[in-house]
């Protein structure tokens, strides 16, 4: 799980130009979009868990896109145009409150997908944006909620993936109010190496701040620990996790368990 290899570049990886695999046939008259094929689609694991003729049935309808950090995938209030599904890049969920505070309530990865609506004119409840940059597929979410009410793999698929997010965001609030800023350091680092194919993570300390919530001296503090303990080492705009393992202990349940629900799900769909 979360196996797959990271680029930053402007251009297009390898895996997705001059592909080897086979095109997906086109469904309904509709001809895959140039650069689309099963290898690229497949290094999301919620469409590469979809049965090879449901997948094909999806790929006239994705669309390659690059996802730079900091890029908006929607916002609050607005009508989402889009799902997307990430393949190397990392998106944080966010919600922003009057006052123009942000806080971070979940993360997706290759193993999600973001901007999922259940009916038309639906409106974002949170904002969207692009924390680990790289690519990712996009769909419209009218074809996407098409396709759900025709039920099968990708239904299911899709549901099972709600249930995670509405873990992992469950989770976030119990870390919220009962965990140490050390905990809450160590999970937030944690949830992005899951999704990371190194273990070098590019970000600062402030930007952890604002998305957890907290002051910057307090992470700053938090990770002068961890760092001392041996377990990351920070640089200008990067950390760098050392001893998982350690971290993990350090990080308490409100982590193994958003992960506990993810393998349930996922051993569910087999």
């Not at 409840?125 to 419209?140: D, E, F, H, L, W």
Request: glycine letters at 8%; charged letters at 20%; aromatic letters at 6%.
């Amino acid at each position: 799980m979360f196996k797959t290899t990271h680029t930053e570049s402007t251009s297009l990886p390898p895996s997705m130009i001059n592909l080897s695999t086979t095109v997906a046939k086109a469904p309904r008259g509709k001809a895959a979009p140039q650069g689309i094929s099963m290898t690229g689609v497949q290094q999301n694991e919620l469409l590469r868990a979809l049965p090879l003729d449901e997948l094909e049935r999806l790929l006239p309808e994705l669309e390659l896109v690059a996802m730079p950090v900091g890029k908006h995938l929607y916002d609050f209030g607005e009508k989402i145009e889009y799902s997307y599904f990430p393949t190397t890049s990392i998106v944080s969920l966010q919600y922003v409150n009057e006052d123009g505070v942000t806080t971070e309530i979940a993360v997706v990865g290759r193993e999600g997908v973001a901007g999922v609506t259940m009916y038309k004119g639906e409106r974002a409840s949170n904002t969207a944006v692009v924390q680990a940059a790289g690519y990712g597929y996009r769909m419209r979410t009218d074809a996407l909620r098409a396709l759900f009410a025709e039920g099968g793999m990708l239904a299911q698929q899709l549901m099972r993936y709600t249930s995670c997010l509405f873990a992992q965001l469950a989770q976030n609030v119990v870390s919220s109010r009962h965990s140490s800023i050390e905990q809450k350091l160590c999970r937030w680092l944690l949830e992005r190496l899951d999704r990371s194919p190194s273990n070098e993570l590019k970000v600062t300390q402030e930007s952890i701040a604002n998305l957890l919530g907290v002051r910057r001296e307090s992470i700053t503090a938090a990770a002068g620990k961890l760092a001392a303990e041996g377990m990351i080492q920070c640089r200008r705009g990067m950390v760098v996790v050392l001893d998982r393992e350690s971290l993990e202990r350090c990080a308490g349940a409100c982590y193994f368990a958003a992960r506990a629900t993810a393998a349930q799900a996922m051993n569910a769909s087999h």
